[in-house]
């Protein structure tokens, strides 16, 4: 049964950071694209970063040169690390793969950018 498991979130002020985490059971996370999404209240969720099974990536163009996805295959973990983070920032954040045309989401994590 494949899970996934966000961690890493929280109340951060603005320029601050966080790193988000996504653990991987029942599936080998080395050999999928695996995603990290967001969705804000009232707004539809969207792709903040994509990173390819050979670890090339892909932002939104709103977190460009401010997010850095990753992988560490070794820990079955995908990773967002968020600088210079703004309030509109602030959303629930999913990660994401998919196996065999089936979606697999984590339950999200929250982060709040916040004075």
């Known amino acids: 049964q494949v899970q996934l498991v966000e961690s890493g979130g929280g109340l951060v002020q603005p320029g601050g950071s966080l790193r988000l985490s996504c653990a991987a059971s029942?599936?080998?996370?080395?050999?999928?694209?695996v995603g990290w999404y967001r969705q804000a209240p009232g707004k539809q969720r969207e792709m903040v970063a994509t990173?390819?099974?050979?670890?090339?990536?892909n932002y939104t163009d709103s977190v460009k040169g401010r997010f850095t996805i990753s992988r560490d295959n070794a820990k079955n973990t995908v990773y967002l690390q968020m600088n210079s983070l703004k309030p509109e920032d602030t959303a629930v954040y999913y990660c994401?793969?998919?196996?065999?045309?089936?979606?697999?989401w984590g339950q999200g994590t929250q982060v709040t950018v916040s004075s």
């Open positions: 994401h793969v998919q196996q065999r045309a089936r979606d697999y």
């Open positions: 029942g599936i080998d996370f080395s050999i999928y694209p």
């Open positions: 990173i390819t099974r050979r670890s090339n990536p």
